[in-house]
């Protein structure tokens, strides 16, 4: 009996520690749709393809307006006397899901200048029994059965911030405020602090959406800039009933008063149920990220920014100023080291 049962403990033990490694695999997402724009033409992928000049919706073959491989998505938003211009993509896939992440990387071009209003990334919830519920709702408040919309895009604040500006969610939801007009325009939802993104350079883009479940304020959303998460509303309502689901997206340039042309290019989109990330990991922390006041300079005034943020804004990732996976008063101590070595002389 002793010798069985030792066999057995030991047979047990055996097969306990087999299982710990499998406990710690996390399941990979399921990919719903990628686009690196390498094959085939723009039809291939996208089903509705819009622009108001001819031509401004194209695929990009020149090394500079490429992030990899040989070719990226460019759009365009023609000059248009003043008045609104669009080049965009969309693909539906329907019926829809309960929570996605969306990742690609974009560049706006040197001389980018949207003015004061633009839509830029867009992603959606229409009704299952109808694709295009969703569409055409501009100022309209949604019920919680018919639509919800999202944008990613920059914002100029009424040009208090340089082209292409701070970047923000522009949100169509059950529980929005209306404006003065007596519509339901997009309401806004951003950081304590703004990033504001420059023209000419490729910047890894994602964010998040999770759907509440009907009846509760249990919806999300957030997105991250080149790894690192900028902000994450919670307590969010989409809907009232689960026939609503994520089920559309669409890269626009869209202008509302357009007196040039405003380019834009895309590229290594990849929408999954779990997480995506960058291509190639998280990037380092740039000192031009610690103006946070936007002065030209670094110095104590943004460590007190920094401090602000931790307290107020947690979630905003450039509180882990030192990139070590934690936001602690070590990273204010290494922020005010850095400035008192004159580390960003070069700003």
């Known amino acids: 009996m002793t010798a069985l049962r030792k066999r057995y403990i030991t047979t047990l033990l055996g097969i306990q520690l087999l299982l ?3 406990t710690n695999i996390r ?4 990919i719903i749709f990628s686009d690196d724009f390498e094959s085939g033409s723009l039809s291939d992928h ?4 819009n622009s108001t000049r001819k031509g401004d919706v194209e695929l990009e073959t020149r090394v500079e307006d490429v992030f990899s491989g040989k070719r990226s998505l460019c759009l365009t938003a023609a000059e248009n006397s003043g008045n609104a211009s669009v080049g965009q993509v969309t693909h539906w896939f329907m019926p829809g899901y309960e929570q996605l992440y969306y990742r690609w990387y974009a560049k ?5 200048n949207e003015g004061n209003l633009m839509h830029w990334t867009m992603i959606g919830g229409n009704s299952i029994y109808n694709m295009w519920s969703a569409f055409g709702k501009a ?4 019920a919680g059965t018919d639509f919800f919309t999202t944008s990613l895009e920059p914002w100029r604040n009424w040009g208090e911030y340089p082209p292409p500006g701070a970047m923000n969610f522009y949100t169509y939801y059950p529980d929005m405020t209306g404006s003065p007009d007596g519509k339901y325009w997009g309401n806004q939802f951003q950081p304590l602090v703004p990033y504001v993104i420059e023209r000419g350079r490729w910047y890894c883009f994602e964010f998040m959406v999770k759907l509440n479940t009907p009846g509760l304020y249990d919806g999300e959303q957030a997105f991250w800039i080149d ?3 900028i902000f994450h509303a919670r307590n969010m309502r989409w809907r009232t009933v ?5 089920n559309f997206f669409w890269f626009s340039v869209y202008i509302h008063e357009a007196h040039q042309d405003n380019t834009c290019w895309y590229d290594d989109l990849v929408i999954s149920t779990d997480y995506v990330g960058p291509k190639n990991g998280l990037t380092p922390a740039s000192p031009e990220d610690y103006d946070l006041n936007f002065d030209g300079k670094i110095n104590v005034a943004d460590a007190i920014i920094l401090l602000r943020m931790k307290l107020y804004d947690p979630e905003d990732g450039r509180t882990d100023y030192n990139r070590d996976g934690k936001s602690a008063i070590a990273d204010i101590i290494q922020l005010l080291i850095d400035i008192l070595k004159n580390s960003f002389s070069g700003l």
């Open 227 to 229: 790894g690192v998460k």
């Open 108 to 112: 706006f071009a040197g001389d980018f």
């Open 27 to 30: 399941a990979e997402g399921e």
């Open 20 to 22: 710990i490694p499998l």
């Open 242 to 246: 689960d026939y609503l689901k994520l």
């Open 46 to 49: 996208w089903e509705d393809i």
């Open 139 to 142: 100022g309209i408040r949604p």
